[in-house]
T-cell receptor
């Protein structure tokens, strides 16, 4: 199993809603990532978890709240978002050891629209 | 963080080789050079990576300059399915997790 699964694939929410994006992998990877990608732009790193601990937060606004409940799951909780937060949110994982250490495996992304 | 510079776009004919260049003049001695590609409506996928020596795999070859300030991704026979945005990335080590910072990428168009 070499997949990173993201749900939902599409999400539309109002600025007062609370929603969550979910990411799951069963490759035994201990590093997991959230990236944000706007149209025609490269992915931008948001958060990195290593061994279920938050290791990097790229100055992301607090309306985005990551959570890593176990080594296979990564969530991104969304609250009071702005229309400019509309984007494709990509989850990735990577092995921490071995020959493929550091290689990122990406999901297909969750496309978020904030009205 | 060291940065990469790539052409915005390139075109290739189907079944011909493609050479995608990348400049990374501020690369540090411990940075690995990674290439990823992103097909339309998909997440990025790993293509190849290297440190100093040229590398080959089933997807592509990576040629790294002797001074490591530039590299070239080589697709030996482009197919229509290779049309994608190709990202050249330097892998930095940060604390307990490695991170990848994407550059602007090259949009490859493959002509039939």
């Amino acid at each position: 199993d070499t997949e990173v699964t993201q749900t939902p694939k599409h999400l539309v929410m109002g600025m007062t809603n609370k929603k969550s994006l979910k990411c799951e992998q069963h490759m035994g990877h201990r590093a997991m990532y959230w990236y944000k990608q706007k149209a025609k732009k490269p992915p931008e790193l948001m958060f990195v978890y290593s061994y279920e601990k938050l290791s990097i937060n790229e100055s992301v606004p607090s309306r985005f709240s990551p959570e890593c409940p176990n080594s296979s799951l990564l969530n991104l909780h969304l609250h009071a978002l702005q229309p400019e937060d509309s984007a494709l949110y990509l989850c990735a994982s990577s092995p921490s050891r071995g020959g493929r250490a550091g290689e990122l495996f990406f999901g297909e992304g969750s496309r978020l629209t904030v009205l | 963080d060291a940065k990469t510079t790539q052409p915005n776009s390139m075109e290739s004919n189907e079944e011909e080789p493609v050479h995608l260049p990348c400049n990374h003049s501020t690369i540090s001695g411990t940075d690995y050079i990674h290439w990823y590609r992103q097909l339309p409506s998909q997440g990025p996928e790993y293509v190849i990576h290297g440190l100093t020596s040229n590398v080959n795999n089933r997807m592509a070859s990576l040629a790294i300059a002797e001074d490591r300030k530039s590299s070239t991704l080589i697709l030996h026979r482009a197919t229509l399915r290779d049309a994608a945005v190709y990202y050249c990335i330097l892998r930095a080590y940060s604390g307990s997790a490695r991170q990848l910072t994407f550059g602007s990428g090259t949009q490859l168009t493959v002509l039939p």
